[in-house]
């Protein structure tokens, strides 16, 4: 059963900047992806939900150059592309952002920006480039993403969770990211250092990158999302706007809908007070 897709009339509006159609992906007998299709727009999040196994990280491997699909097209700016590493994706444009976010803790942060930046575009290699400038440049741009840096000496270890994710955002886009493919850059963080990545995501978007979330957080992702593509067992459930999907209904969604329903209705009379288990059996 397939949720209806209310995104056709808009998607003619606005040319996807990265698109795939009917790709699959599979492990030998196991199906990890099969006929998904999905965009991501300039200037647009899109949110990758859904439960353990859905095949979330399938799909942005397969977007970043990780995997290869074994069907299907994958399309950026209009023209198919085949990808052999995720090399040929940064090239792109096309930059992830993973949850171990391949920082140096002891390192600087102005040498963490740099780090690592070599195959994008219009990027000077470190030994060519002075000092001074690489920290003003840290300086600048961190600020321009609202990040106020107090030393760019200071190792990137000091931050805090939530300042490293921006660090890693930041840096992306000073390097010339058109697609920002973020993995869980929520799930390890508290409600206010999420609340402070989730601010530099609308930033990223503010300045045209395309944003891809992915999330369990349903009110992370609610917030930031312009669409909200939802994968069940390797398919995709739904593609919905904002405008045509409440909160409520997307939380429903993630959650399982019934099966939640059942399972919240057990925990309530489990902890109801006086319901004790009769000792012994
Ligand atoms: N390299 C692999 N070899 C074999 N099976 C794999 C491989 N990678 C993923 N799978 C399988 O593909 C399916 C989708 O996995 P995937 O990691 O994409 O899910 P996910 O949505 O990211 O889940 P989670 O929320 O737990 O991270 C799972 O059944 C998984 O076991
Ligand atoms: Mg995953």
């Known amino acids: ?25 599979f492990f030998g007998h196991v199906i990890a992806l099969q006929d998904v299709s999905c965009f ?28 290869r ?10 023209s198919p592309v085949v990808m052999h590493s995720p090399r040929d994706a940064l090239a792109l444009g096309i930059a992830t952002v993973y949850q171990d976010l391949a920082m ?25 480039f002075d000092v001074s ?22 190792p990137v270890g000091t931050l805090s969770g939530g300042e490293r994710q921006s660090v890693a955002i930041a840096r992306a886009i000073h390097f010339g990211a058109k697609v920002l493919i973020l993995d869980e850059p929520t799930a390890a963080l508290g409600v206010k250092q999420a609340g402070i990545v989730l601010r530099y995501i609308v ?34 459930y739904g593609d919905f706007r904002k405008e045509d999907l409440p909160l409520p209904q997307l939380v429903q969604m993630m959650a399982g809908g019934a099966d939640l329903d059942v399972l919240t209705h057990e925990l309530e009379s489990a902890a109801r007070p006086g319901r004790v288990e009769p000792a012994g059996g």
Not at 69 to 78: A, N, V
Not at 222 to 235: A, E, T
């Open 1 to 25: 059963m397939m949720a209806t897709n209310g995104t056709n009339t808009a998607a003619a509006e606005n040319t996807a900047l990265l698109e795939v159609q009917h790709i699959s992906k």
């Open 69 to 78: 699909p074994d069907e299907g097209e994958y399309r950026f700016e209009g």
């Open 133 to 154: 400038r690489a920290k003003r440049v840290t300086r600048v741009e961190l600020g321009k993403m609202g990040i106020d840096i107090r030393d760019p000496d200071q």
């Open 104 to 128: 140096i803790p002891l390192m600087s942060i102005w040498r963490n920006f740099f780090l690592g930046s070599e195959p994008t575009r219009g990027f000077v290699p470190l030994r060519w």
């Open 40 to 67: 991501v727009r300039a200037g647009e999040v899109t949110c990758l939900l859904g439960d353990n196994g859905a095949g979330k990280s399938t799909l942005i491997k397969t977007l970043s150059g990780v995997h």
């Open 203 to 236: 930033q990223a978007k503010h300045r045209g990158v395309g944003v891809i979330l992915i999330t369990h957080n349903p009110y992370h992702a609610y917030p930031v999302g312009d669409h909200f593509v939802i994968l069940r067992r390797g398919q995709v």
